[in-house]
């Protein structure tokens, strides 16, 4: 059974560092991708930043060298280091997940059931 677990949100001030951790169990980590998303009140969900099979990632526009996104296989982890933190950044951040052997990602079908990353100004 695949579960996803995220940690590491709080309330932060602006110019700050999150560190989010999804613990994943019940698959192999280096079989899926892998990725982190948020979701504001009254706005859609948006992908913020992935980690594919080999290890390459992809960011949105929006937090790209601000935001770094890495996994431990071994561990079962995926991280997410949030630097620079902007009160635009405030929401809820979920973990996804979804089996793939090819070179691209396919739609996430494992999902989280957030943590919550608040940031004042």
């Known amino acids: 059974q695949v579960q996803l677990v995220e940690s590491g949100g709080g309330s932060v001030q602006a110019g700050g560092s999150l560190r989010l951790s999804c613990a994943a169990s019940?698959?192999?980590?280096?079989?899926?991708?892998m990725g982190w998303f948020r979701q504001a009140p009254g706005k859609e969900r948006e992908g913020v930043a992935s980690?594919?099979?080999?290890?390459?990632?992809s960011y949105s526009e929006s937090v790209k060298g601000r935001f770094t996104i890495s996994k431990d296989s071994a561990r079962k982890i995926l991280y997410l280091q949030m630097n620079s933190l902007k009160p635009e950044d405030t929401a809820m951040y979920y973990c996804?997940?979804?089996?793939?052997?090819?070179?691209?990602?396919?739609?996430?079908?494992?999902w989280g059931r957030g943590t919550q990353v608040t940031v004042s100004s």
């Open positions: 980690i594919d099979r080999p290890g390459r990632t």
């Open positions: 996804a997940a979804v089996f793939s052997l090819a070179v691209t990602c396919p739609q996430y079908n494992y």
């Open positions: 019940g698959f192999t980590l280096s079989n899926y991708c």
